[in-house]
């Protein structure tokens, strides 16, 4: 009895150890300043929003688990469009400290060209079509 | 994290844009998509409709510009069929991601947005 119960207990550890080192939880040790393990207020609003750590703090004890955190990010992987295994760069294209290509294109909202040689702050470019 | 939550987090210290670019898998492609049936536009106007229609369907808020008919915009980031990058406020790259469908991590993204943040 007391054997099943250890590799229970093994398993369980585990998984809770491969879940924090998967790549949904990236941004979770990045934001996790002190290593405990958990959230608090102030290490999510170093850039998240502030209003949503309440929404994510679901036992309402002051700190985002990582029980919490795994609800809130809803990993897209699983073969969805946006999810998929890493290769990372590579296959052409602008690399890492290369200026941005010269390119203006129209805005579906209002038409107007966005320069993206001239951006203010940092700008993800999300390229893709419907299929 | 999906895309939509990652701009929900970050649209107040990022810019986003969806850039849409050539259909990957239109109707009379060798593999056309099963989960909607769509035309190759041909025309700018055909592909911004798609773009809203895209945009509409999958609830996205990301503004989104449209590539030119001549895909400038897919050659110069050889993005075909999907791809994310971040630009730096130097306008610098500051990420490169790999070529979707494999190489498309919103994951991978969001560790190197949040470590552009975080340096600031």
Known sequence: MNRICLIATLTTAITIVAQELSPAFTLFRLLDEDRNRTLSAAEWGRILQPADFTKVDADKDGKVSPFEWRDFIRPSGGGGRLGGSSRPGGDGGPTVGQPAPALKLKALKNNQLVDLTQVRRPTVLVFGSYT | ?120
């Open chain 2, 1 to 120: 994290m999906r895309l939509q939550a990652a701009y929900d987090q970050f649209r107040d210290r990022a810019d986003f844009y969806w850039i849409y670019i050539r259909e990957a898998h239109p109707i009379g492609s060798r593999r056309p998509a099963r989960h909607v049936r769509i035309e190759q536009p041909k025309t700018f106007d055909q592909r911004s409709a798609v773009a809203t229609q895209c945009s509409g369907d999958l609830k996205l808020d990301i503004p989104v510009l449209v590539d030119g008919m001549d895909d400038p915009a897919a050659r110069a980031y050889a993005a075909f069929p999907d791809r994310l990058y971040i630009l730096g406020p130097d306008s610098r790259v500051a990420f490169q991601g790999g070529r979707g469908p494999r190489g498309f991590s919103v994951e991978e993204m969001t560790k190197a947005l949040a470590e552009l943040l975080l340096r600031k």
